[in-house]
């Protein structure tokens, strides 16, 4: 089932239920109906219905979808988000946008906040999963990093406009990289059709404090 | 908050699980101090036998808001450092921001949280009172010491055991301390903020003595009501140096009499002027160079009639080391007219006179100045209030330097 996005507007309809849904990140590639929960892909002209998920057991959370915030001198909004669990529990990311509307991921695990940007990086530039080990130092863009975790999340769950496709489920591995001055980088390692692509993303601990509602 | 229970695996007691989240590695007994394996259905790692709680108004479960965030305590340590002193560090838990501590030393509450920020200088390095930044915020390193656990109960994210030590190196910028733990495997750096006891008693909704018999390291300098007359003060204190200073220089009122290198004579000598404005102040002013020769003995103010005025043995002299009879005096009359100075003069007897001096020629040839004005306006009130307003301007500040004096000697 498809419908096509109207010209010039990035507002949809729900192919399910005909609920209209304003789309705030004009990049957004899903989106989770709020009327009846279903996943849709934003494909370039076109809507396209991914099925229904369960609905995200509701976690207390300092964010929350549309309730915009503060972090230093900057505004974001929430507009998305996808929960992932690891061996002993979960932790959440969160797409947020600025005022211009550039978008950043916000990581929430336990009182431990990131918030990361997407990194345009070269493919054969980054390291393979099966060389990096914990504690291990490498070099990335003339800097040193320490591999300071690696597992592995399974989507269980999202909602809102996300910019890129998660399937629940969907398991992906993924390395954090500590630099010397509390910078953080973080690699995806994804599979589509047996091909292996990394996603990097750069960022910083933020204090949860530092971040106040607006 | 949900609390959830299980039963101790050695002493069988009922313990509560109040809520920490994931990362909880270790319960251990508030009871027997069996230690449990939270994420290992509570296997049995160990037992910390005969414990000796803490005195601390928190214990676990309590539940308060810190800088508005609902926290609630699931584990407690206490730390003895090297040179002594004791602390109970409560492990905190919330939802939304995770663990944290809030720290009970005599009186004192602090709330620690960890950062990621690394401090500009290597702690290690650095001694008592030098400077470095923590986002761009200046610290002074204070002291470096070691802490030993000698208490463990509750809900940890790792597994604490008695005799366990860690060095810690803090740095102060009140009401905040940063603190580096260091450990064999790794160095992680804290933020702790100094919390009014009062917010704690109200926002955990406690009952206990918030008196602190030592200053913390972190205890901001809190004196609101110096601070308030302080910063009141510097008003009065530019009001009063302006006025004493305008009126010194500029309001000296106008001349009705002024006799400069008076001869002298003994007995009486009059002295007329004229008052035309006589709802302000007057002031006469005279020197009497040959004090030690002559002597002032009365000075009187008539009018046309009557004594309006006497100064007499009051009158504000002083004779000071080249034996001047200096002085100055105010005074005020009801009417304006003609009225007249009249200063009795005494020769010293020659008993009190030196020899030497008997015979200086100068003996018959001394002068006295006096200077009488009208339209005086006296400044001394706003000397004194000049004074007055830098002692309230200082108090503050001397107050502050020996409360930092007394927080960096107890804590060297």
Redesign the interface.
Known sequence: MESQIKKGSKDINCPQCGNQLPIKFRYAKLTVCAHCGSTLFLEDQSVKLAGKQAELAEMPSLLQLGASFQYRTTSFVPIGMVRYAHDIGFWEEWWVIDNSGRGSWVSVDEGDFAFEKPLEIEQSEMPTLTNLSLGKKISLWNDSWQVTEIDVGKCMGFKGELPKIAHINEKIPFVHLSGDTGQLITLEYLKHDDKQTIEAFQGEWIDPFEIKSI | MKIKSIQCKKCAAPLSLHGG???IRALTCEYCGAVMDV?KDYALLGQFKDQAQPICPLTLGSEGNI?D?PFIVIGMIEYRSSYGDRWTDLHLY???????WLSYQLGHFTFT?R????PSHDMATLSPRSTFRVRDEPYRFMETYQAEIIYVVGELTWVAKIGDTTILRDAIAPPYLFSMEETENEHEYH?TEYIDPDEIKDNFELSFDTHRSFIHPAQPFKAPIRKALSNASKITLALSLFLYLFISWFVVGHTVLSEKNKSLSSGMTVYPFVVKNPKHLMEIKFNNPKANQWKITEMTIFDEKNKVFSFGNKLSAKTDSSSSQTGVARFSVKQAGDYTLRINLSEKSPATISAKKQTQSTLRNSAIDIVIREGVVTDRYFKYLFFLSLLSFLIFYISRYYFEQKRWAMNN
């Open positions: 989240g994931h990362r994420q800088k965030i919330s939802k939304t921001h995770g663990y944290a949280r950062v990621r920020n690394l933020l």
